[in-house]
């Protein structure tokens, strides 16, 4: 929720005054028109602790124009709105009545404005002020917006979910990477390869094709670099792409790939039983150096860039996998384009093949009734260190992996995902519209001209037509028997997906 303090008026009003309904075969006396003498100039709801801590504080939009005034950023999910008290200001009036239809305390009924009245706005609330000359009256629309879903959770749709871009019912192995902005992902099915590319994941858009490899790959090791596409096969021999299509050995072989840096692959090599860090292509001079023995050499995480404007660098990092030992790791290690050093020892629970994405957490601190928005690390699946349990817990850090903590219920994965290992997760933009939010209540706020004698300052100068989310795409992952699962899953936080207010 945006920062609430004084009220303020949106500039919505077209610059002569706005004459909507006049009925002189009725006789009614009254004209409605918006004018100085029917303007309502301020709104606000009365402090109850019982309801919402600070509830004074939300903040309220009068659109004068359209004679509507709500809170555009709805209350929290549950919050009772069916006894209120209100506040406000308006000229000197003849008459100041609400009307509360449909409501689940109050059916119809019909009174006097006084700040001492609670108002049942689960029901249909209307305004009225009739001027002090008799002349002219205002009805207003008013409503208090509640959410109806929980604003911070990690909302995991079920008709959203896809199968993988596969010519199979049955794929047997796959691995998706980003690559050149598009979406990589390679499948093994029975007798063949199948190559998927998509720029588009929101709209599941595929361009599949059946390649034929002139080796048998280990769709695990699938990795991306800058510039290029590696693949390690059965016998770890490396191999390079530039369209993942047509390949071409390297003449060298690796234990496993880490990930890249650049258009640097970065690996482990197995040198006399001695496990070393290793490059390629190998820079002039480089050294392999024996790695940590606490360092992983086998089933990490994706590699993923921390997102900090204090590093010199670029920093990439990794969590989990399997040491030289043998022993599984929970400690995330981090590497500077130089060296790598261990960033936590103790993370997570020690697992391998887990699932690290970069995203973004939010949530609402009730003390000022603020949302607040930050990049986060987030850490699912994985084979924990008995090598038959699954890992069923969400893990969250939000300084760059130096600590991490069981993420709150809002952000653990749904009964309906089958716990999982050696899944991927990408994150794409989709430009979001009215029709394609999942909010409900959102109204724009326009930018128009009002009489001099009404305008103040407000912050509102542009509607808001369409804005970017963030989805998570996690694809694939195999259950404790080593099943793939022929699945690709679309998630978000689903305060992400609300209309932002200016």
Request: net charge negative.
């Amino acid at each position: 929720m945006d920062r609430k303090f004084s009220l303020y008026i949106v500039l919505s009003m077209l610059a002569a005054s706005l004459m909507i309904s006049c009925n002189d075969d009725s006789g009614d006396p009254y004209v409605e028109t918006l004018s100085s003498s029917t303007a309502v100039t301020a709104f606000s709801l009365v402090d109850d602790n019982d309801v919402m801590d600070n509830l004074d504080s939300v903040f309220f939009t009068i659109d004068l124009k359209n004679a509507e005034i709500y809170n555009a950023d709805s209350l929290p999910m549950g919050t009772d709105v069916s006894r209120l008290r209100v506040s406000m200001t308006y000229a000197a009036a003849s008459s100041a009545t609400f009307t509360v239809t449909g409501g689940t305390v109050t059916k119809d009924k019909t009174f006097s404005y006084s700040d001492e009245d609670s108002i049942d706005f689960t029901g249909d609330v209307k305004f009225t002020i009739v001027s002090q000359d008799l002349t002219a009256r205002r009805t207003y629309s008013i409503k208090v917006n509640v959410h109806k879903v929980e604003p911070d959770s990690l909302y995991w749709n079920r008709l959203a979910r896809r199968d993988l871009p596969s010519y199979s019912s049955n794929p047997l192995a796959q691995k998706t990477v980003q690559y050149k902005g598009e979406a990589y992902c390679l499948i093994k099915e029975d007798s063949s390869y199948v190559l998927s590319t998509s720029s588009d994941l929101g709209l599941n858009r595929w361009t599949k094709k059946r390649i034929t490899l002139p080796f048998v790959a280990d769709v695990k090791s699938f990795t991306a670099a800058e510039d290029a596409l590696y693949i390690l096969d059965n016998n770890k021999a490396l191999y390079k792409s530039a369209d993942g299509e047509n390949w071409t050995a390297c003449g060298t072989t690796l234990y496993s790939i880490i990930g890249s840096y650049g258009s640097r692959l970065l690996g482990v090599v197995k040198d006399n039983g001695v496990f070393k860090h290793t490059e390629y292509p190998m820079p002039a001079g480089y050294d392999q150096v024996e790695v940590d023995a606490s360092f992983p050499v086998e089933g990490v995480s994706q590699m993923v860039t921390l997102v900090s404007k204090w590093a010199v660098s670029e920093q990439k990092i990794v969590v989990g996998g399997k040491t030289a030992s043998g022993s599984y790791s929970g400690a995330t290690w981090g590497f500077d384009g130089e060296t790598w050093g261990m960033i936590s020892r103790v993370g997570v629970p020690a697992a391998k093949d887990v699932t690290l994405v970069s995203y973004y957490y939010t949530y609402l601190d009730e003390n000022n009734i603020t949302s607040y928005q930050y990049p986060a690390l987030l850490v699912m699946g994985g084979v924990m260190e008995d090598g038959s349990t699954l890992n069923d817990k969400v893990y969250i850090s939000s300084d760059n992996g130096l600590k991490w903590a069981v993420a709150n219920e809002a952000l653990q994965l749904p009964e309906y995902i089958e716990r999982f290992s050696n899944a991927q997760a990408l994150v794409y933009n989709s430009t979001l519209t009215d029709a394609r939010s999942s909010s409900t209540g959102w109204i724009d706020m326009p930018a128009s001209k009002l009489p001099a004698s009404l305008q103040v300052r407000s912050r509102a100068v542009e509607a808001v037509t369409s804005w970017e989310c963030p989805y998570i795409y996690l694809f694939g992952g195999t259950n404790v028997n080593g099943a793939l699962a022929n699945n690709i899953w679309r998630g978000a936080i689903n305060r992400l997906t609300f209309k932002p207010l200016y």
